[in-house]
């Protein structure tokens, strides 16, 4: 991959990234079902590699072709999830794991009734508490007590957002609360049908937690993400555009469908 020189970095610091940015991988796929194919195949290598693999899991469209695969898989006799425990990169604050928009809900309903996934190993971020601040630092914990990721998976926002790190003046490190932006709220819209049931509060992990999975894997799929994925894989590392950071990370595979890639 050629990446140009971001300006606002040292040279020092520059060579650092140069020499970690050789292990970015960018996979451009023909269609969203071969995407969703690629990114199956990667989390099951490292299931097959490790049996209590440690799994960080995004929600939004993006991953929906990729859990499907993850399904066909499991009742083809491939793949087991009795052993892996999965830590969601995110959740909204006040709605109960029951409300059909929950991110809970939704990894229930797309993935983890078809799976044979223990129970006890599913973590999502608690959105429906008292003590958000509490819940953070226990969700923190939590990935530390299993021992860290192996891998995540992450989509991309419009505005650059992963997780729901939202672009801002610093990177917010570890899990917290954050105030969602209007185009966060505007583009989630579409699953709450209206703009003013989305919730203007989430619980994210945040931007260390994420680096600090051992392997990740970065989805984007059609072509309204095509101008911000490649303002993250090329332009400058800031929290403006939070996927930006991902730059620095030592094993990272990007996989884009050619309309996400087209600027790449
Ligand atoms: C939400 C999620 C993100 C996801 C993003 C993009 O905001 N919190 O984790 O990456 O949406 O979603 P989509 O794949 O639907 O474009």
Do not use: W
């Amino acid at each position: 991959m050629i990446i140009s020189y971001p300006g606002n970095l040292s040279v020092r610091l520059y060579k650092l990234l140069m020499t970690r940015i050789k292990a970015m991988k960018i996979t451009v796929t023909d269609n969203y079902k071969e995407q969703s194919e690629l990114a199956a195949s990667l989390m099951c290598n490292v299931i097959e590699n490790r049996k209590n693999a440690v799994i960080g899991l995004p929600t939004g469209s993006t991953p929906l072709g990729m859990y499907k695969e993850l399904i066909k898989s499991y009742n083809e006799g491939k793949i087991s999830f009795a052993h892996v425990v999965t830590f969601n990169l995110d959740e909204y604050i006040g709605l109960p794991a029951t409300d059909e928009n929950s991110y809970n809900y939704y990894m229930n309903h797309n993935f983890f009734s078809f799976m044979d996934i223990d129970k006890k190993n599913i973590n999502i971020p608690h959105g429906n508490t008292d003590d958000v601040t509490g819940e953070c630092l226990r969700y923190e914990e939590n990935i530390k007590a299993a021992g860290g990721m192996d891998i995540i998976f992450l989509g991309i926002g419009r505005n650059g957002h992963i997780g729901f790190n939202e672009p801002g003046e610093f990177f917010e490190p570890y899990t917290h609360q954050v105030i969602l932006e209007k185009s966060t709220i505007d583009a989630n819209s579409r699953f709450f049908g209206s703009v003013s049931k989305v919730p203007t509060s989430a619980i994210t992990m945040g931007i260390k937690t994420i680096l600090s999975a051992r392997q990740i894997v970065l989805l984007a799929s059609g072509k309204e993400k095509a101008e911000i994925l490649k303002e993250a894989l090329k332009g400058k590392i800031t929290p403006k555009i939070p996927a930006s950071i991902l730059q620095l990370h030592e094993h990272i595979d990007v996989i884009a469908d050619s309309e996400a890639a087209v600027y790449l």
